[in-house]
Antibody
Framework: QVQLVQSGLEVKKPGASVKVSCKAS????????ISWVRQAPGQGLEWVAWISAYSGNTNYAQSVQGRVTVTTDTSTSTAYMELRSLRSDDTAVYYC?????????????WGQGTLVIVSS | EIVLTQSPATLSLSPGERATLSCRAS??????LAWYQQKPGQAPRLLIY???NRATGIPTRFSGSGSGTDFTLTISSLEPEDFAVYYCQQRNTWPLTFGGGTMVEIK
């Protein structure tokens, strides 16, 4: 079955960087994009970034533009999201999600989420 | 960016009742709208895409309708497992955006 498995809890200080991984299985990795969505504690969903696993093209939300980079490693079917210059309001659960249908941007399935805590 | 406004914020209903959730877009998203369900401590799950198409494995009691700026998610008869938060999401225009969510709670 299609599955996305993310890396674990991260605790960082303000100004630091974090890199979250998302390993995909059960489908042809390069046939779908990967998006990253975050959810601050008790809040709603915010789309953060998208990458085409086929071409490497990316698109980023204005709120993180310049601080975020998403990449993929097609040899291991893994996507990565790096967020730099962390602030307290970056504290959130970060989800990766496969974009479906192929070439379209709905999200299914989602990874289990990675909690990133930014605190001094 | 396109703002999605969901209403009501909270819907208090009993099992077996019909739930009607609304999502209004600040400008047309054509039919490029999805609905997700999220339960506490879990990742969201895709229910409906392109306004009215059920995702794989989604029960027929879930249905979506609408186009342009006004969309509706209907749950025909609430099951105990349907009490959750529901989000709409548009893919018509970058940046992709979500609504603020509707919590469906047990009355």
């Amino acid at each position: 079955q299609v599955q996305l498995v993310q890396s674990g809890l991260e605790v960082k200080k303000p100004g630091a960087s974090v890199k979250v991984s998302c390993k995909a299985s059960g489908y042809s990795f390069t046939n779908h994009g990967i998006s990253w969505v975050r959810q601050a504690p008790g809040q709603g969903l915010e789309w953060v970034a998208w990458i085409s696993a086929y071409s490497g093209n990316t698109n980023y939300a204005q709120s993180v533009q310049g601080r975020v980079t998403v990449t993929t490693d097609t040899s291991t079917s893994t996507a990565y999201m790096e967020l730099r210059s962390l602030r307290s309001d970056d504290t959130a659960v970060y989800y990766c999600a496969r974009c479906v249908p192929s070439g379209v941007n709905y999200f299914d399935p989602w990874g289990q989420g990675t909690l990133v805590i930014v605190s001094s | 960016e396109i703002v999605l406004t969901q209403s009501p914020a909270t819907l208090s209903l009993s099992p077996g009742e019909r739930a009607t959730l609304s999502c209004r877009a600040s400008q047309s998203v054509n039919s490029y709208l999805a609905w997700y369900q999220q339960k506490p401590g879990q990742a969201p799950r895709l229910l409906i895409y392109d306004a009215s198409n059920r995702a794989t494995g989604i029960p027929t009691r879930f249905s979506g309708s609408g186009s342009g700026t006004d969309f509706t998610l209907t749950i025909s008869s609430l099951e105990p497992e349907d009490f959750a938060v529901y989000y709409c999401q548009q893919r018509n225009t970058w940046p992709l955006t979500f609504g603020g969510g509707t919590m469906v709670e047990i009355k």
